[in-house]
Every structure is written in C-alpha cells, then in structure tokens.
C-alpha cells in the first residue's frame, strides 16, 4: 500500500539584507513603566508595571519598492515586559504582529500574526480610534467590555485591507486556526472569520466590525459585532461604541472567560478634552452577560485620565477607575477573569 502526499506552498519572503535604492527598514518602539497602587478588598499593593498607558513593544518594519507602485511590507513587532525584561504575550517573539505582504493603489495583502479589525491593536486596527483612551491604558480601554477590542489577535491569518476610498475602508480576514498552531484534519481548529468597514470624514469617524469563529466541538459559532463613533468638537472630542457577542464558547476569545455558549451586550460612552500640552480622558462602560448559574455577569468601568506630553514621543499620565463586577464596586486592576487585558 502507497501513501501519496502532496504539499503546495505560495509565499512571499521579504527579506531585509541592507540598505538599498528604494528600501527601508524601519526600527520602532515604546516604552512605558509606571507605578500601581491597587487598594484591594484584603490587600494593598503597590508595584512597577509595564504598559499602563501603551504596550511596550520593539518593532521592525520594512517596505521594498517593487516597480508599478507595487511593494513588500513586513511588519515585526514584539511586546515587552519593562518591569521584568520578559516578552509579553506569553512570551512569543513577535507576539504583537508578524506580517508579511503586498501593497499597492488597490490596498494591501497580507498574511501572518495579526489583530483583527475591531482589536484595538496592530497595524490594521480600525476600532481604536471610537475609544477616549485608545484602546489603551489598561483597564480603562473598551476592551475590558468588549472582546475583539480587547487586543484580539490570531495566528494564521491571511487578510486584505482596502486602500481609502473617499473616506471609506473596508477589511476582510480569515484564519484556518486563530489560536495556536494547525492541527490535522478532523482537529479541534478553530477558524475565524472578520470583516471590518470604518469611515473618516471631517470630524466625524465611524466603524463596524465583526468576527465569527467556528465552534470545533459542533456548538454554534462565536460572533462578535462592534460598532462605534467618534465626532471632534475641537473643544471636546466625544465618543460612543456598542457590542453584542453570542454563543460564546472559548476562553481565548472573549473577556469573560464564558465557554458555556453565553452571550453578552456591552456600550460605552467617553470624551476626551485638550488642554493645550496635555489633554484629559474620561468613560464610562458597562458590559451585561447572561446569567449563569444563577450568578449575574455584569461589569461596570468608571476611568478618568490624565496626559502631559513632554514631546512628540514622550508624555506623563495617570488614571484612576474602579470596577463593578455584579452589584460590587471593586478597585482596578481587577482579580476576575472579566477584564484580563491581552495587550
């Protein structure tokens, strides 16, 4: 008895070796260490902690001019612990992003480690710009209600994002297994769907996004629709964004931690205030879970913040928020499951 296995493989390399006519590397970062204190219920504790404002990363980016306004992109980026020196993102190398793609006049392709374009994350992020905080500052960004924003990223994923059109963009992403790596045929993969469409305009900004993983254990697809708004008064910049998840079942891709097939609406509504060479940040955002086990699955986020850029580059901040996980008003961070941050 034969076996006859047949392998095909299309790819790209973009390989950086030098500087040359018409290419560049790009090396980037961010850097962010600031101090917690957190007044607990049977404890207070007061730490170092890394990426309270921005994630902490070192990023590598590089374009070659491939003639008839084709290019090679890549994009490296790895997320950094600045209090211990550690990777984040459970300690990938690249944890952050890994593409590699194609971009022309008719937007671009790419294929790799990528944030989806409601995670709040990445370079293809569309819903990050609907959030006062940026999808940012720890606990005080929509992600701690909202799944996808809350820095959803997959393995595997091969995407296209159309260039601007008007003011309109427009993404599409599919991955065969967004959590880990491929299995065999008849395997617990978990594929995922995504779509995201975004309009700018003036002072008006608006997105949807939507993500659908299938359920490899035969249940009924994950979904995640997300919707939001932002419109600059110069004065003030206000901001709105809404939520509504279903049949949620993996750990990996909702905030909750519910695998029982739950599902959950969140909102939040936020603005933002310039003054001059610093600005101040404020939201509110509520998340309501189906009950289980008699227990009910809400979470309420109070945040306000405060930004001084120094430059450019450089800013000080502070936040305060608290947290209400049921009918409890908890400190920040939170000890529950409901608002791990995956940044």
Known sequence: ????????????????????????VTIYGVVDVGVQFED??????????????????????????????????????????????????????????ATVGLAGAWGTLAAGRAGTFGSG??????????????????????????????????????????????????????????IGTETSPGGANVSLTGLGARYAGGPFYAVVTYDMANNPAGGKDEKHLQAGASYDLKVVQLYA???????????????????????????????????????????????????????????????LGYEYFLSKRSSLYAVVLTKRAGTRWLPWPPTTSASTRRA
Do not use: H
């Open 121 to 178: 994350t990445g370079s293809f992020d569309m819903f990050g710009a609907v959030d006062p905080f940026s999808a940012a500052w720890g606990i005080a960004t929509v992600g701690s209600t909202m799944s996808s924003a809350n820095a959803l990223r997959v393995n595997n994923a091969l995407l296209y994002q159309s260039p601007d059109m008007g003011g309109f963009q427009l993404g599409a992403l599919y991955t065969p297994q967004a």
């Open 1 to 24: 008895m034969k076996t006859i296995q047949g392998l095909a493989t299309l790819g790209l390399a973009a390989l950086a070796c030098g500087a040359q006519a018409q290419s560049s």
């Open 241 to 303: 964004a809404y939520a509504r998840e279903t049949d949620l079942f993996s750990t990996d891709l909702n905030v909750s931690g519910t695998t029982n097939g739950a599902g959950a609406r969140a909102w939040m509504v936020g603005l933002s205030v310039p003054l001059g060479t610093s600005k101040v940040v404020t939201s509110y955002q509520e998340r309501r879970g189906d009950e289980l086990g008699g227990e009910k699955r809400d979470l309420r986020v109070v945040s």
């Open 40 to 97: 607990g219920e049977s404890s207070n504790v007061t730490r170092v902690i890394s990426g309270g404002r921005a994630g902490s990363r070192l990023g590598f980016k590089g374009t070659e001019d491939l003639g008839g306004g084709l290019r090679a992109i890549f994009t490296l980026e790895a997320g950094l612990n600045v209090d211990n020196g550690s990777f984040g993102q459970a300690g990938l190398a690249f944890g952050r992003q």
